[in-house]
């Protein structure tokens, strides 16, 4: 009799897990996407800007009404966004703000490179997907 209980809690765990795994997976992948999509959208911005005040924006909220007020804040569906002038230009970061492990970098090249460890990535980390915008 306990060979049949034992049975039945392994086929509820086994199939706890082939349920829970993929929506981890599929979090994971939504997270890349809104980044990703948050970064695009503040380029976007930034080339809105440029082209009216000859120059880019240091701030995220000096946008004003180009990005939603969400983004302006600095967070959007749990991804932290951060803006920084440089050089050249600006530096965008962008993190899950729950800690999780992809991290994203950009700049006016609108290069996106991604890093998957618990800091912010750089321009040194390698292109996410691999491609360079032309």
């Not at 979090?27 to 082209?51: C, E, M, N, P, W």
């Not at 909220?61 to 050089?87: C, K, M, Q, T, V």
């Not at 609108?110 to 032309?134: K, M, Y």
């Amino acid at each position: 009799m306990r060979w049949w209980f034992t049975l039945a809690l392994g086929l509820i765990l086994l199939a706890a897990m082939v349920l829970v795994l993929p929506m981890e997976r599929l979090d994971s992948y939504r997270a890349r996407f809104i980044a990703v999509k948050g970064i695009a959208d503040l380029h976007t911005a930034q080339a809105r800007f440029y082209s009216s005040h000859h120059r880019y924006a240091g701030t995220l909220r000096e946008f004003g009404g180009l990005i939603d007020p969400e983004l302006a804040r600095g967070e959007r569906h749990r991804i932290r966004y951060w803006l920084f002038p440089s050089n050249l230009g600006y530096e965008l970061r962008a993190m899950p703000s729950d800690g999780a492990r992809w991290n994203f970098y950009s700049d006016e090249t609108r290069s996106i490179h991604a890093r998957c460890a618990p800091r912010l990535a750089s321009r040194e980390d390698p292109l996410f997907g691999g491609l360079r915008p032309r």
